[in-house]
C-alpha cells in the first residue's frame, strides 16, 4: 500500500511538449506539495495546498500549474516544456506537526 | 526563507568507521528532519527532533539538536555499505519545509 505515488516514475518528452504528473496520496493529510530536485540534489519547494487550497506558490515560471481536485490529489502540469525543466520532482504530504511523507520521484527528461 | 547549511558535501568513509553530518540553520528551527536517499529512489525519513537538546537514535543512526535549536547532527557509528546514499536535513517554519542541500555519503568496503 503506497502512501504517496507519483506516476509516472519517469517521462522523456521532447521541447514545447505539455505533460502532467499525478500525485495521490491515502493517508488522510491535509497538506500536499510538490518539490524540484535539481542536479545537485538540493530540494526547493515548489508548491503547497491545504485541503485543495494554494497556500505556498514559490517563484516558478508560470508554465507550472498545480491542480488539486480533492485533498487527497495534487496534479502538476507544465505547458511548454524547456529543457531546464529536466530535474526529478517529489511530491510530498503532511499533517500539521508530524513527518513529511515523500512520493518515489518522477524523473523528467526534456529533450 | 529557511536557510540550511549542511557539511561536508561528500563524504567517504571505510567500512566500520564512524563519520558526523551537521546541518545548521539561519534561524531557530521549530522542527527539524533527517532524511535519506537512495539513488533512483525517493526520501526515506530517518528521525524529527523538534526539542532543544534533543536526541534520537535508530539502530546505528543517532541525531542530536542543540539547545539553542539551530543546529544538529547525525552521526552514524561503524559505517556499512547500506549507510551510503544521500543524507538530507529539512526544517520546518510553518506549512512549508525547506532542505539542505544534502551530503553524499560513500562507504568503501
Known amino acids: 500500500d503506497t502512501a504517496v505515488s507519483q506516476t509516472p516514475k519517469y517521462l522523456v518528452t521532447q521541447m514545447g511538449n505539455d505533460k502532467s504528473i499525478k500525485c495521490e496520496q491515502n493517508?488522510?493529510?491535509?497538506?500536499m506539495y510538490w518539490y524540484k530536485q535539481d542536479s545537485k540534489k538540493f530540494l526547493k519547494i515548489m508548491f503547497s495546498?491545504?485541503?485543495?487550497?494554494?497556500?505556498i506558490n514559490e517563484t516558478v515560471p508560470n508554465r507550472f500549474s498545480p491542480k488539486s481536485p480533492d485533498k487527497a490529489h495534487l496534479n502538476l502540469h507544465i505547458n511548454s516544456l524547456e529543457l531546464g525543466d529536466s530535474a526529478v520532482y517529489f511530491c510530498?504530504?503532511?499533517?500539521?506537526?508530524?513527518?513529511?511523507?515523500f512520493g518515489s520521484g518522477t524523473r523528467l527528461t526534456v529533450v | 526563507s529557511q536557510e540550511l547549511e549542511q557539511s561536508p558535501q561528500s563524504l567517504i568513509v571505510q567500512e566500520g568507521k564512524n563519520l558526523t553530518i551537521n546541518c545548521t540553520s539561519s534561524k531557530t528551527l521549530y522542527g527539524l528532519y533527517w532524511y535519506k536517499q537512495k539513488y533512483g529512489e525517493g526520501l526515506i525519513f530517518l528521525m524529527m527532533?523538534?526539542?532543544?537538546?534533543e536526541e534520537k537514535s535508530h539502530e546505528k543512526i543517532t541525531a542530536k539538536l542543540d539547545e539553542k535549536k539551530q543546529q544538529s547532527s547525525l552521526h552514524i557509528t561503524a559505517s556499512q555499505p547500506s549507510h551510503a546514499g544521500i543524507y538530507l536535513c529539512g526544517a520546518v517554519p510553518v506549512n512549508d519545509m525547506r532542505f539542505g542541500a544534502g551530503t553524499r555519503l560513500t562507504v568503501k568496503p
Open positions: 495546498y491545504n485541503n485543495k487550497e494554494l497556500i
Open positions: 527532533l523538534q526539542k532543544g537538546g
Open positions: 493517508l488522510g493529510h491535509d497538506t
Open positions: 510530498a504530504s503532511s499533517l500539521p506537526g508530524l513527518g513529511y511523507t
